[in-house]
């Protein structure tokens, strides 16, 4: 179900401008995009308002990312490999929320960024010879994965004032079996698969609006400052802003997808054409020299649409007392400072996402997160310490979608939101330490505020 006939009315026919504040529905996270359904297929939901063309193609975009793709020659669905990481979409983002951190199976929903140190032509990450800029730990008969990627967790525990203690994990991540000599120097960054939601609606973000949370050389002294990641757009020739990935390392869905086939299924499309293992003299083996794009356009079309069309779930409990409570102090430890609350998109016609305030809890920026989760592998303009403000809509849903578990940040570490909060330093630590000092019933009410977006 789908909130906001009338809203919706109001943001198809009207321009954008000022409404008043007690005007909206504290529920609409997404805006007219929000979906009431709190079930296991929260992410799910199409956002109101497409035509009857458009929900075929959603439809058919919805389809395409559950089908398991197989290798080649094969009359439908074939080119995968000859290495990878999964045979699916939906195999890493289950229920199109986020992955698991396990790796080497169709269970993963996590892989590895390699890269050595340097830049590439257009200041991107440099490749690793033989490996490319990502470990692929499964392989087709006749080729060998690169690597299989071990992880190992150490405890170390965190104690709060009130004497109240939490035990976090360390992951640390060894390449092993790897099918020609790792390169000397090399840099791991561990990703786990984000859930989907509302990707659409930050992709139509105005620029200027993202630049505008920029704070350089902290004027305000919170602390915080951020940092626009421009990236180089192998399709369009161009440096953009990047807003999608964990160090906002991709500026577009339809790159982001496309990549997405390319890296974690070696299945080739316009935007990438080249295979993952391109170079590598396994290839020929298993005959994945053919130049011929093995998604047709129109089906990596309507994926892209599938994922730009994903309604928002709505907060729910708004009018509880506690939640009331830890909203206030989500802006008093100045959360807020990164997890901006509210924005306004810009105008697309073409899939009716125009003019529509959003409450992401992001900023888009990258920010320096600190040594604890730092990766030391830099990504364009994004150094090995920094990472993108996480969007925290349907954060509070994860746990339902994916069958009863939820892992946090960008490698799944956290299994809890309390964790992940506590992982925060660099330029959260001053708000990871006001969370910290809160008393018990302060951080129970700021967690059931985050567990309703």
């Given at each position: 179900m789908i909130l906001g006939a009338a809203v919706y009315t109001f943001s198809r026919c009207n321009k954008s401008g000022a409404f008043p504040e007690d005007g909206y529905d504290d529920r609409l996270s997404g805006g007219s995009f929000t979906t009431l359904n709190e079930s296991t297929q929260a992410f799910k939901q199409a956002i109101d308002g497409l035509t009857t063309r458009e929900e075929r193609v959603h439809t058919i975009g919805d389809g395409t990312f559950d089908q398991v793709f197989v290798a080649a020659p094969a009359p439908h669905f074939g080119g995968l490999g000859p290495v990878y990481n999964n045979i699916s979409c939906v195999n890493c983002h289950r229920n199109d929320g986020g992955g698991f951190p396990s790796t080497g199976s169709s269970s993963?929903?996590?892989?590895?960024?390699?890269?050595?140190?340097?830049?590439?032509?257009?200041?991107?990450?440099?490749?690793?010879?033989?490996?490319?800029?990502?470990i692929q730990d499964r392989a087709l008969l006749g080729a060998s994965p690169e690597a299989s990627v071990a992880?190992?967790?150490?405890?170390?525990?965190?104690?709060?004032?009130?004497?109240?203690?939490?035990?976090?994990?360390?992951?640390?991540?060894?390449?092993?079996?790897?099918?020609?000599?790792?390169?000397?120097?090399?840099?791991?960054?561990?990703?786990?698969?984000?859930?989907?939601?509302?990707?659409?609606?930050?992709?139509?973000?105005?620029?200027?609006?993202?630049?505008?949370?920029?704070?350089?050389?902290?004027?305000?002294?919170?602390?915080?400052?951020?940092?626009?990641?421009?990236?180089?757009?192998?399709?369009?020739?161009?440096?953009?802003?990047g807003r999608f990935g964990v160090k906002a390392n991709t500026s577009t869905?339809?790159?982001?997808?496309?990549?997405?086939?390319?890296?974690?299924?070696?299945v080739t499309s316009y935007p990438q054409p080249q295979e993952s293992a391109w170079g590598q003299s396994q290839m020929s083996l298993v005959g994945a020299d053919d130049p011929s794009p093995e998604l047709v356009d129109s089906l990596l079309n309507y994926v892209t649409f599938y994922v730009q069309t994903l309604a928002v779930p709505a907060r729910r409990d708004?009018?509880?007392?506690?939640?009331?409570?830890?909203?206030?102090?989500?802006?008093?430890?100045?959360?807020?400072?990164?997890?901006?609350?509210?924005?306004?998109?810009?105008?697309?016609?073409?899939?009716?996402?125009?003019?529509?305030?959003?409450?992401?809890?992001?900023?888009?920026?990258?920010?320096?997160?600190?040594e604890g989760l730092a990766d030391n592998r830099p990504d364009f303009l994004a150094t090995g310490r920094e990472w993108r403000t996480a969007p925290l809509w349907g954060v509070g849903l994860l746990s339902k979608t994916n069958g009863g578990s939820a892992f946090y940040l960008h490698d799944g570490r956290a299994r809890s939101i309390e964790e992940a909060i506590l992982w925060h330093g660099g330029e959260a630590e001053g708000s990871k330490q006001q969370f910290m000092q809160l008393n018990k019933a302060d951080r129970t009410a700021l967690l059931k505020f985050l567990g309703s977006l």
């Amino acid at each position: 179900m789908i909130l906001g006939a009338a809203v919706y009315t109001f943001s198809r026919c009207n321009k954008s401008g000022a409404f008043p504040e007690d005007g909206y529905d504290d529920r609409l996270s997404g805006g007219s995009f929000t979906t009431l359904n709190e079930s296991t297929q929260a992410f799910k939901q199409a956002i109101d308002g497409l035509t009857t063309r458009e929900e075929r193609v959603h439809t058919i975009g919805d389809g395409t990312f559950d089908q398991v793709f197989v290798a080649a020659p094969a009359p439908h669905f074939g080119g995968l490999g000859p290495v990878y990481n999964n045979i699916s979409c939906v195999n890493c983002h289950r229920n199109d929320g986020g992955g698991f951190p396990s790796t080497g199976s169709s269970s993963s929903g996590l892989l590895m960024r390699i890269s050595i140190p340097g830049t590439d032509e257009h200041g991107g990450p440099l490749a690793a010879p033989g490996f490319g800029l990502q470990i692929q730990d499964r392989a087709l008969l006749g080729a060998s994965p690169e690597a299989s990627v071990a992880i190992n967790y150490t405890d170390q525990t965190v104690t709060y004032p009130d004497g109240s203690v939490v035990t976090l994990r360390k992951p640390s991540y060894d390449l092993q079996t790897p099918y020609i000599p790792l390169p000397g120097s090399y840099m791991l960054s561990p990703r786990l698969a984000p859930r989907l939601v509302g990707m659409g609606l930050l992709e139509n973000i105005p620029e200027s609006t993202i630049l505008s949370f920029v704070d350089a050389g902290d004027k305000n002294g919170d602390g915080i400052t951020g940092k626009a990641n421009y990236v180089y757009n192998h399709f369009s020739g161009k440096t953009e802003l990047g807003r999608f990935g964990v160090k906002a390392n991709t500026s577009t869905l339809l790159m982001q997808v496309a990549t997405a086939y390319q890296q974690d299924m070696g299945v080739t499309s316009y935007p990438q054409p080249q295979e993952s293992a391109w170079g590598q003299s396994q290839m020929s083996l298993v005959g994945a020299d053919d130049p011929s794009p093995e998604l047709v356009d129109s089906l990596l079309n309507y994926v892209t649409f599938y994922v730009q069309t994903l309604a928002v779930p709505a907060r729910r409990d708004v009018l509880d007392s506690v939640n009331k409570r830890g909203a206030i102090i989500f802006h008093q430890v100045n959360c807020s400072g990164c997890h901006r609350t509210t924005m306004q998109t810009g105008v697309n016609i073409a899939i009716h996402l125009s003019s529509q305030r959003i409450h992401p809890y992001t900023d888009l920026l990258v920010h320096d997160m600190g040594e604890g989760l730092a990766d030391n592998r830099p990504d364009f303009l994004a150094t090995g310490r920094e990472w993108r403000t996480a969007p925290l809509w349907g954060v509070g849903l994860l746990s339902k979608t994916n069958g009863g578990s939820a892992f946090y940040l960008h490698d799944g570490r956290a299994r809890s939101i309390e964790e992940a909060i506590l992982w925060h330093g660099g330029e959260a630590e001053g708000s990871k330490q006001q969370f910290m000092q809160l008393n018990k019933a302060d951080r129970t009410a700021l967690l059931k505020f985050l567990g309703s977006l």
